[in-house]
């Protein structure tokens, strides 16, 4: 069974670090893009970071850019994503995501809250 399972989140003060981990079983990602996701109380997922294929490519929504850092440990078949400078307007729940082929993000993990306070 594949599963994607992601932890790290908790609740830090502005200004503030978090490290979110995506540890992948079932199967192995070391050849797939990944992405982090997130979704805040009543608001659509939002796109967050992706890496590429290779890890070469990495892609941030504007307001990350410069705080978040989305990188990969093919050997622990697990994708991170780092968080600095964190600001209330970060709190949401965090998702990681797989893309095998299809053309989406065809894979999931159930989620972990980060709460930022002010």
């Known amino acids: 069974q594949v599963q994607l399972v992601e932890s790290g989140g908790g609740l830090v003060q502005a200004g503030g670090s978090l490290r979110l981990s995506c540890a992948a079983s079932g199967r192995t990602f070391s050849s797939s893009p990944m992405a982090w996701f997130r979704q805040a109380p009543g608001k659509e997922r939002e796109f967050v970071a992706a890496l590429s294929r290779s890890g070469g490519n990495t892609y941030y929504r504007n307001s990350v850019k410069g705080r978040f850092t989305i990188s990969r440990d093919n050997a622990k078949n697990t994708v991170y994503l780092q968080m600095n400078s964190l600001k209330p307007e970060d709190t949401a729940v965090y998702y990681c995501?797989?893309?095998?082929?299809?053309?989406?993000?065809?894979?999931w993990g159930q989620g972990t809250q980060v709460t930022v306070s002010s």
């Open positions: 995501a797989a893309e095998t082929g299809s053309g989406t993000y065809d894979y």
